[in-house]
């Protein structure tokens, strides 16, 4: 009777991993969904800002992390770090403002 008990507990934590492993995979494609179908709201999320900002709080925080990203402002060692971060911080604004005028667009 042991080895039975055993076993199903055996049985029991094979399907809780299982079942935790099924939980992180709908939590990433839960994510998945929501940046195909929103890509404007998921550039806001990538620079820390709400996809309702006004453009005045979006030119401000572009400002500040282009700022801070500038590789000027970096040491020797880690200018080629900022460089990347300054880059890629740049392509999400840019895309931001591509979508906002696609947006626009629609709208007239």
């Known amino acids: 009777m042991d080895w039975q008990y055993r076993a199903a507990l055996s049985r029991i934590e094979a399907l809780e991993r299982e079942l935790a492993n099924a ?5 990433d494609l839960e994510a998945d969904i929501l940046s195909i179908t929103n890509p404007l709201e998921d550039s806001y999320r990538e620079v820390g800002l709400s996809s309702n900002c006004c453009p005045v709080v979006l030119n401000a925080a572009r400002r500040a992390l282009l700022g801070h990203w500038h590789p000027d402002r970096w040491p020797q060692h880690q200018k080629k770090h900022a460089t990347e971060c300054f880059r890629a911080t740049q392509a999400v604004f840019e895309r931001i403002e591509a979508l906002r005028q696609q947006e626009r667009v629609r709208s007239q």
Do not use: M, P, V, Y
């Not at 939980?23 to 939590?27: K, M, N, Q, T, V």
């Open 23 to 27: 939980r992180e995979l709908i939590a």
